[in-house]
């Protein structure tokens, strides 16, 4: 009996948070009475609420209740301490299976609350539960279907894929047979002539040398005929050993001052200078066509929120020398571009930037591309462009046109361009700007980058062109880099 009553005892006076003996006890308005630091703590995760309740009756208190010290339910606790009520055994303090049926009362007398048997509420559980696997079964057949249509997009993909391989194969080896024909050709034209030219050379060559011969004998005959002593001998013979054939030929051989054959190669090399023209214009269109072929997927391939996931696309950016102002300085690889006073000496290019001080990368880009640009100084344009923008007249300032895109970024403000368009951008000014490119979604976004990365613009439009990232640098000491990011 002592051993029960001590059990009681010990409910009575144990905190039903933590389940040991009151500790500093407080009472809260409802009558419940919680160790001090417990009730704190539990108020403490419900710190966004504006309400706050009782952990047993769940009576509610706005605003959270001042939480005083109960002194007369302490001093009890420590008189029954002394009288050898300790705090729980370890192995008392957590109830098993069916130990106690409810955490309120002791045992199962039940005071001031409403209860339901443990067969009911297993009966309405079991119904949740059965809802719920219902609802889990549902969604693994949807998934099992989304995996079919996946698994049919890729057949399709690779069917496509391979029918443009072996399409592709046939037409480029029906250009190679055309060329080793041509080549044939061209081969046997030259042949031909070579042998017809060298013929007609020759057969003339065979006359000059008989005539030569002929000549030589004439001249022999002559030479006896003037050491005759008999001079009637001579006056007979002289009429005719001094008489002469008249040549077929000219006096001499005029040779005209042909090149032969080397018009020949330079023909040929015309042909394929224009035929690498083509081939350049129509590849572009070819390779833009490839990665269009994209597979918009719903809630898959997002736009990255994060710079790391930025950096999954992340591509190393050089710049074209054919393409730099002559007040631009290139240096660290081709990365980086510093604007100088001091007239460069490059050589005549058409596609040099002539009346701004720009430069392009030498990448095409199309798919999805993330770069960074470091800035050093006053600050410049971040561009994106098609190479097919004018390189010498005004409007081939980068987005002051329809074929190029630009962030303006000097001092403490963003300015985005399109086609002559200005739109102020706010954000956080960095020397250090990240450009986004989904080339087939026709996505474009700008980025503020230091310890965190803020969105600055983003442009949703259609790209129809490969483009080529570029820079505006025109202050002096002032240096725009194209970062390592991989």
């Not at 300790?86 to 002791?106: K, R, S």
């Amino acid at each position: 009996m002592a051993q029960q009553s001590n059990r009681l005892d010990r409910v009575r006076f144990s905190c039903s948070i933590c389940l040991d003996l009151l500790k500093d006890p407080v009472t809260i308005p409802c009558g419940h009475s919680y160790c001090m630091n417990c009730i704190q703590s539990y108020w403490d995760t419900e710190a966004e609420r504006i309400i706050h309740s009782c952990p047993q009756c769940r009576q509610s208190f706005k605003p959270r209740p001042v939480l005083v010290k109960n002194i007369m339910l302490a001093d009890l606790v420590e008189e029954l301490k002394k009288t050898g009520l300790q705090a729980a055994p370890a192995d008392l303090c957590y109830a098993g299976p069916e130990d106690v049926a409810c955490d309120l009362c002791p045992v199962d007398e039940h005071k001031g609350h409403d209860t339901v048997s443990a067969a009911a509420e297993r009966t309405e559980r079991q119904r949740k539960l059965k809802v719920s696997r219902q609802n889990i079964q549902q969604r693994i057949r949807d998934r099992e279907e989304d995996v079919k249509v996946l698994q049919q997009e890729v057949e399709a993909i690779n069917g496509s894929a391979d029918k443009a391989v072996e399409h592709s194969e046939k037409i480029f080896n029906e250009l190679i047979r055309l060329m080793e024909k041509r080549r044939s050709d061209v081969k046997q034209q030259v042949r031909s002539q070579q042998e017809t030219e060298v013929s007609r050379v020759k057969e003339l060559q065979e006359k000059l040398e008989q005539e030569i011969t002929e000549l030589k004998r004439k001249d022999a005959e002559l030479k006896k005929l003037s050491h005759t002593e008999d001079h009637n001998q001579f006056l007979h013979n002289y009429p005719s050993l001094s008489a002469l054939s008249e040549s077929t030929h000219s006096s001499s051989i005029y040779i005209r001052p042909l090149r032969y054959f080397e018009d020949v190669t330079a023909a040929v090399s015309e042909a394929r200078d224009k035929l690498q023209d083509v081939l350049r214009e129509t590849w572009t269109n070819i390779s833009l066509t490839v990665t269009e072929v994209d597979v918009l997927l719903s809630n898959t391939q997002p736009e990255p929120e994060t710079r790391a996931g930025l950096l999954r696309y992340s591509c190393e950016i050089t710049l074209d020398p054919n393409t730099v102002n002559t007040k631009l300085l290139l240096s660290e690889g081709n990365r980086k571009v510093t604007y100088i006073s001091q007239q460069q000496s490059y050589f005549s290019h058409p596609d040099r930037f002539t009346d701004w001080c720009q430069v392009l990368s030498r990448e095409s880009l199309t798919g999805r591309c993330y770069w960074e640009v470091e800035w050093r100084g006053r600050g410049g344009y971040v561009a994106v462009a098609y190479k097919s923008i004018n390189r010498t007249e005004s409007v081939s300032r980068f987005g002051r046109n329809d074929k190029s895109w630009s962030l303006y970024c000097v001092n403490d403000s963003y300015y985005f361009y399109h086609n002559k368009v200005k739109t102020p951008v706010s954000g956080p000014r960095s020397s250090r700007v990240g450009v986004y490119l989904d080339h087939s979604a026709g996505i474009l976004s700008f980025y503020s980058v230091s310890e965190t990365i803020t969105l600055l613009h983003r442009v949703q439009t259609t790209f129809t062109q490969p483009l080529s990232a570029g820079v505006w640098v025109y202050c002096s000491d002032t240096s725009a880099e194209f970062s390592k990011l991989k």
